[in-house]
């Protein structure tokens, strides 16, 4: 059988040419060093066991390699894993070996820094904590907070036994009532403190619900002049003043004089002769006139 030693020789020749170019460019690339800041992965926690303190989230890392592997490498390539099966509570140190990072083929791992890695582990306690709701601003002058109501009222926490052990109590979110005059209700999210506390279970979140009420009192207030109107000219109350019964906050209540408080009757209430007239109050927005007396008066001319 006859051999022909130049079939295909274009496609020989172009191999050839394209695995010269490939070992051009490979002879081409320098191995250099960089460093790389790799996520720190911590895995198998033993059950029942809280890390205690700050953790780093990376750990720097030196690699070396082809120069154009490295310059397209990026922090998400790259990982550092610690296995912490076998833990016990206390501080403990765990060495950070080239063996624990995963780096793409090709490149190799030279050294990670820190070199140790410190971590504190406490046991896992669980508490069931009163939610006390925070309540910032003032209401509307004369008007007060009488009520307030948080739903949940108790949340279970756990984390590590030296944190949940000083909690007494978890606060929620302030609640403002700045200018308030009635209900304020508000879900807010409750304030655990920084140190691995955390819920166990729940939303995270709790309603909580501010009463705001006047602050009534009540005065009598005697000699209050009564004014006549639509009668003759001279025409009088008779008698011409009258005790009142006011209702407000205590604060404006308390400073009120008889002639704050308007009274008067309508002359043609008492047309008829002998027949008296009813006292009437001006309405006022800072308090309630609730009585007067006397209910009623006659109307007379002025002496001259």
Same mark, same amino acid.
């Given at each position: 059988?006859?051999?022909? $030693? ?39 926690? $033993? ?5 205690? &303190?700050? #953790?780093?989230?990376?750990?720097? #890392? ?11 490498? =990026? ?5 550092? +894993? +610690? ?23 090709? +490149? ?5 820094? $820190? ?24 209401? +509307? ?10 739903? /949940?009222?108790? #949340? ?7 944190? @949940? ?8 979110? $302030? ?8 209900? #304020? ?18 939303? &995270? ?22 004014? @006549?109107? &639509?009668? /003759? ?21 308390? =400073?009120?004089?008889? &002639? ?45």
């Amino acid at each position: 059988m006859a051999l022909f $030693p130049v079939r295909h020789i274009g496609l020989k020749v172009l191999s050839i040419a394209v695995a010269v170019l490939l070992w051009l460019v490979v002879a081409g690339d320098p191995i250099v060093e960089r460093t790389l800041r790799v996520g720190l992965e911590l895995q198998r926690a $033993p059950e029942g066991l809280e890390l205690v &303190g700050s #953790v780093p989230d990376t750990v720097s #890392v030196r690699l070396r390699g082809p120069a154009s592997q490295l310059s397209g490498l =990026g922090p998400g390539d790259l990982s550092v +894993v +610690v296995d912490l099966d076998g833990a016990r509570p206390g501080r403990r140190l765990f060495a950070l070996t080239s063996t624990l990072a995963t780096a793409p083929y090709g +490149v190799e791992v030279l050294q990670i820094t $820190p070199a140790t890695l410190t971590l504190s582990f406490e046991g896992r306690a669980v508490r069931l904590l009163p939610v006390r709701p925070q309540i910032e601003g003032t209401p +509307v002058p004369g008007h007060s907070v009488t009520n307030v109501s948080v739903t /949940p009222s108790q #949340v279970r926490i756990e984390g590590p036994e030296s944190a @949940v052990a000083v909690l007494t109590e978890v606060p929620t979110e $302030p609640v403002s009532v700045e200018r308030a005059t009635t209900l #304020v209700r508000e879900a807010v999210a409750l304030d655990l403190p920084e140190s691995g506390v955390r819920l166990s279970g729940g939303a &995270g979140t709790a309603v909580v619900t501010v009463t705001v009420s006047a602050d009534t009192t009540e005065r009598t207030i005697a000699a209050v002049p009564i004014a @006549v109107r &639509g009668g /003759p000219p001279g025409a009088v109350a008779m008698p011409a003043t009258a005790a009142v019964i006011v209702q407000g906050a205590a604060d404006v209540v308390t =400073g009120l004089t008889p &002639g704050d408080i308007l009274l008067f009757v309508d002359a043609l209430d008492a047309v008829a002769p002998g027949r008296e007239a009813t006292v009437h109050a001006e309405s006022s927005p800072r308090f309630v006139v609730r009585s007067i007396a006397p209910p009623s008066v006659r109307i007379g001319g002025r002496r001259p």
